[in-house]
């Protein structure tokens, strides 16, 4: 089983940027994918982006496309969410999310996860 930490969530006003975490552990980091997920009140988890076990094949929601940056380092068992030019629209509890069955690829599907974090709240003000 993965266990799974998130942290850089904050309040940050539009246009700022923020960077967040997740640390792996249980399972060897490099062998699975892995993803972002946002929930705001009221409405669905959603995708945000994904990446494959080797960090070489990227996916993002089209609402982020262009201002976010996943990222990995297998070395700190480490995945990254760069987040740029926000917007109050952005606001939500960020998930970090790990492949079931130790799948290498990304997906946009949250039943395709089996591990979650916590979330870390991020808090976009205009």
């Known amino acids: 089983q993965v266990q799974l930490e998130e942290s850089g969530g904050g309040l940050v006003q539009a246009g700022g940027s923020l960077r967040l975490s997740c640390v792996a552990s249980g399972r060897t980091f490099s062998a699975y994918a892995m993803g972002w997920f946002r929930q705001a009140p009221g409405k669905e988890r959603e995708f945000v982006a994904a990446?494959?076990?080797?960090?070489?094949?990227?996916d993002y929601a089209d609402s982020v496309k262009g201002r976010f940056t996943i990222s990995r380092d297998n070395a700190k068992n480490t995945m990254y969410l760069q987040m740029n030019s926000l917007k109050p629209g952005d606001t939500a509890v960020y998930y970090c999310?790990?492949?079931?069955?130790?799948?290498?690829?990304?997906?946009?599907?949250?039943?395709?996860?089996?591990?979650w974090g916590q979330g870390t709240q991020v808090t976009v003000s205009s």
């Open positions: 999310g790990a492949r079931r069955n130790l799948g290498r690829y990304g997906s946009r599907m949250s039943n395709d996860f089996g591990s």
């Open positions: 990446i494959n076990w080797s960090g070489t094949s990227t």
